[in-house]
C-alpha cells in the first residue's frame, strides 16, 4: 500500500486516519504494520465496504472530497474496494537498530555470532565482513555493479545485503546502499582475523 509523503505528514498530524483502495486481493491486513519514510504505520482494521456505503465525513477523514475520492475509485474496475482504518506512525525499530552504533560486548557478541553463522551456511563461504567492507568503501553504488565486480548475480547478492540490513548493519539507498551507523561500529571494532 504505497501513500504518498503529504499523505504520510497528514497521518502523524491527525489529519487522516482513513484511505479507500480497490483491490483484488489486500496488500495489508488488520493489525499489521507498514513501513513507511515516515516511520512505522499501524494498519488497524481492513474492511471490504460498498462505495455507496462511503460518506463525505469518510471521504475527509481519508483527506479528500467526497467526489475526489469516487474518481479515484472508479480509476480501477477489477477487485473491491477496502477501507484501511489507519493507526499512529512511530519510529521504525529497523531506523533504530541502525543508528544505535554504542555496542556493549555482548551486542558485539551477538553480531559476531550472527555474522559467523551467516558465514558457515553459506555456499559461498565467509562473505559478511567482506560485503560490509565493499559497502563502506562504495556508498551508494548499485547492486548490479556491485555484484558484478564480485561475479555475483545481482538478486543473490541483494538478498545477502538483506541479510546485513536484518541486523542493522545496512541502510538500502536508491541507488546503492551504505554501511549504518551500528555496521560501522562493528566494523571498528573487529579483530584482526574479522578483517
Keep these: ?23 483484488i486481493r489486500p496488500t495489508v491486513k488488520s493489525g499489521g504494520t507498514l513501513r513507511t519514510p515516515a516511520g512505522l504505520l499501524e494498519i488497524e482494521q481492513v474492511t471490504a465496504v460498498a462505495m455507496e456505503s462511503i460518506t463525505e465525513q469518510d471521504a475527509r477523514r481519508a483527506g479528500l472530497a467526497l467526489g475526489e475520492l469516487m474518481g479515484l475509485l472508479r480509476q480501477k474496475t477489477e477487485g473491491d474496494v477496502y477501507r484501511v482504518q489507519l493507526g499512529s506512525i512511530g519510529p521504525d525499530p529497523m531506523v533504530t537498530l541502525r543508528e544505535d552504533d554504542d555496542l556493549s560486548d555482548e551486542d558485539l557478541s551477538h553480531l559476531r555470532a550472527r555474522l559467523d553463522r551467516l558465514d558457515r551456511v553459506s555456499e559461498r563461504g565467509a562473505w559478511t565482513r567482506a560485503i560490509l567492507r565493499l ?21 543473490v547478492f541483494k538478498s545477502h545485503v538483506r541479510k546485513l540490513k536484518a541486523l542493522g548493519l545496512t541502510i538500502s539507498h536508491s541507488p546503492g546502499y551504505e554501511v549504518s551507523p551500528r555496521g560501522k561500529a562493528l566494523l571498528d571494532k573487529s579483530t584482526p582475523h574479522e578483517q
Excluded at 498530524?13 to 483491490?23: H, Q, S, T, V
Excluded at 559497502?135 to 538478486?155: I, K, N, Y
Design 1 to 23: 500500500m504505497l501513500l504518498k509523503r503529504q499523505v504520510l505528514d497528514r497521518i502523524v498530524k491527525g489529519e487522516i486516519d482513513l484511505a479507500f483502495r480497490r483491490w
Design 135 to 155: 559497502l563502506e568503501d562504495s556508498p551508494h553504488v548499485r547492486a548490479q555493479d556491485l555484484a558484478d565486480g564480485l561475479g555475483w548475480e545481482r538478486d
